[in-house]
């Protein structure tokens, strides 16, 4: 089929050259089917081979704060929905999660939380450098949103090494679908840009299939991601919160999800790609198939088992039950059954050694 070799044309391209146009990548994306994306995947195994073996890195989730002052449309947190129960985490409590998470051989913790005013900027700096002094071996990454420089500077300072911040799309104009009108993607870039400048191991990231999305949208994502060089790149499919306008929306599909991981594994071969929980929650093999899609990293639950049912962005997220050694054992049980190996290490990315 004439599509199909074209497809493998474009492939074998971007395993050379790492990148394509935004009208190549569009064309794949709207012209894959199952036995291209089993060659892209093959191409992205051996990449991701190359650089990280079989080796998959846990990152211990700490989600310590479900307060957000944002109010994006897709999530289920937004400070729009009064039906979310509240809570935050404490200091103490945030340090029992890193505790329990370092024996069970966690070497990296992610502070994770929407925009809450309450964790000031010295508040915060406090936390970081708590775990800092306490765990010197581990990793800290940040996502707590958009930030001013100095605020950044200051988290960096105190001991934080990663931040994630997802783009979630970088096309203006769908950006403003997405979110309320004092929301910008220009912003957002800006905050990336940033956070790039300060030294961070940067983490940015979309969804798959959020509403109004186009094949062109995609394209520009992957550009985007081209053009700022993350260390890390989050992607999972759109999965809709009863709670929020797009309720009704169709979920993105895992086949383009994987698809999408396959592609950023050749177009930024060195990158940390997680298997996102929401994955797993389309599909119950699915953190299985993000792995053999070319990803490394899988984040593990740290949050005390009191709040997990709290902190829900969409419906239906898995191991909301689950305790951390459960997750952590169940994590390698699952990458072992396909070949890979869960390992005790900050898992950097391979530039930042
Ligand atoms: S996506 Fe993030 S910034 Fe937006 S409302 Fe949810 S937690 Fe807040």
Do not use: W
């Amino acid at each position: 089929m004439e599509h199909r070799k074209i497809c493998k044309e474009y492939i074998d391209r971007l395993a050379v050259c790492q990148v394509l146009s935004a009208e190549e990548f569009t064309y794949l994306i709207l012209n894959y089917d199952q036995e291209v994306s089993d060659y892209l995947f093959e191409k992205a195994r051996q990449v991701r081979t190359r650089y990280y073996n079989h080796d998959v890195y846990i990152r211990g989730l700490i989600e310590f704060t479900n307060y957000c002052r944002n109010d994006c449309y897709y999530c289920g947190i937004r400070s729009g929905n009064k039906k979310a129960i509240r809570y935050r985490l404490s200091k103490d409590e945030i340090l029992g999660c890193c505790e329990t998470g370092y024996l069970l051989g966690f070497r990296t913790f992610v502070l994770q939380g929407g925009e809450d005013g309450y964790y000031t900027d010295e508040r915060m700096a406090d936390i970081i450098r708590s775990i800092r002094d306490k765990y010197p071996d581990c990793a800290i990454t940040l996502s707590v949103g958009e930030k001013s420089y100095e605020t950044y500077k200051l988290f960096f300072d105190a001991g934080a090494d990663r931040y994630l911040l997802r783009h979630e799309t970088a096309n203006e104009e769908h950006y403003a679908r997405l979110h309320p009108a004092k929301l910008s993607g220009a912003a957002r870039k800006n905050c990336l840009y940033d956070l790039k400048k300060i030294g961070y191991q940067v983490g940015s990231g979309f969804m798959v299939g959020s509403p109004c999305q186009t094949a062109g949208n995609l394209a520009e994502d992957l550009l985007f991601l081209k053009e700022l060089q993350p260390q890390m790149v989050g992607i999972g499919p759109f999965i809709s919160h009863h709670d929020t306008p797009f309720a009704k929306e169709k979920s993105g599909t895992l086949e383009l999800t994987l698809f999408m991981l396959g592609l950023l594994r050749l177009m930024l071969p060195k990158a940390l790609l997680p298997s996102t929980t929401a994955l797993g929650t389309i599909h119950p093999k699915g953190r299985e198939l993000g792995i053999l899609a070319g990803a490394n990293v899988v984040m593990p639950n740290l949050s005390p088992q009191g709040v997990r049912d709290k902190y829900l962005l969409y419906d239906n997220k898995i191991c909301t039950g689950d305790e951390a050694a459960e997750c952590r054992q169940c994590m390698e049980r699952r990458m072992r059954s396909i070949g890979y190996e869960v390992v005790v290490s900050r898992g950097d990315n391979v530039d930042f050694r």
